[in-house]
């Protein structure tokens, strides 16, 4: 099965202020889908961004991007101009192309400070 | 959100009863999926389905059984609930065929605890 960690169980950003959430992965495959989820208080599983990995180019969904390196097996989630909104759990999560089965790290605790 | 529902939301049981946790989809999606989180372990995949009558074992199986008679169903029993199955239910669902095939969509949980 594939390993997807997440080595930082809480961070914490101020209001407006740039965050970085860090995620790795391990797989010998070449061909991989990789999701940010978002987990607030309500506990519904929110998806924020994904990224296919033949696409070179990170994706961006406003102020949410992230930083995608195939080779290092590494796929960060930068959250830009934090809100008070954006405090949850965030998980990192992997999908084969050629499986449906999702894998997914332990999550981070993301507080954002006023 | 996709239309995902769990029922119950919430459930007290005790220890050696039956508890059956009940998924409904209105997207028609291909799979289905229970998973079970707890603290410092993120989303566990107990069960999957990709068809009617099509299921699979996740890592976290044992103690759990599930069966899909429709498309829109998915259905998790514990024959005998344990204390160590007291935690959050998710599930979840993918394979559509509107452009989101890739990506899961999740019910709202059920917090079950076995006294």
């Known amino acids: 099965a594939q390993t997807v960690t997440q080595s930082q169980p809480e961070m914490s950003v101020q209001e407006a202020e740039t965050v970085t959430l860090s995620c790795t992965y391990d797989?010998?495959?070449?061909?991989?889908?990789l999701f940010w989820y978002k987990q607030p208080p309500s506990r519904q599983m929110i998806l924020v961004i994904r990224?296919?990995?033949?696409?070179?180019q990170n994706a961006t969904e406003n102020r949410f991007s992230v930083n995608f390196q195939k080779a290092a097996k590494s796929f960060s989630l930068k959250i830009s101009d934090s809100q008070l909104g954006d405090a949850a759990m965030y998980f990192c999560?992997?999908?084969?192309?050629?499986?449906?089965?999702?894998?997914f790290g332990t999550g981070t605790s993301l507080t954002v400070i006023p | 959100d996709a239309g995902i529902t769990q029922s119950p939301r919430h459930k007290v049981t005790e220890t050696g009863t039956p508890v059956t946790l009940r998924c409904h989809q209105t997207?028609?999606?291909?799979?289905m999926y229970w998973y079970r989180q707890d603290p410092g372990h993120g989303l566990r995949l107990i069960h999957y389905?990709?068809?009617?009558?099509?299921?699979d074992k996740g890592e976290v199986s044992d103690g759990y059984s599930v069966s899909r008679s429709k498309t829109e169903d998915f259905l998790l029993t514990l024959e005998s609930a344990t204390s160590s199955q007291t935690s959050v239910y998710f599930c979840?669902?993918?394979?559509?065929?509107?452009?989101?095939?890739?990506?899961?969509?999740f019910g709202p949980g059920t917090r079950l605890t076995v006294l």
């Open positions: 979840a669902i993918s394979g559509g065929t509107s452009g989101s095939y890739n990506e899961q969509f």
């Open positions: 797989t010998s495959e070449s061909d991989y889908y």
């Open positions: 990224q296919e990995a033949y696409k070179q």
């Open positions: 999560a992997y999908r084969s192309q050629g499986s449906n089965q999702f894998y």
């Open positions: 997207e028609n999606h291909r799979y």
């Open positions: 389905s990709y068809g009617v009558k099509d299921t």
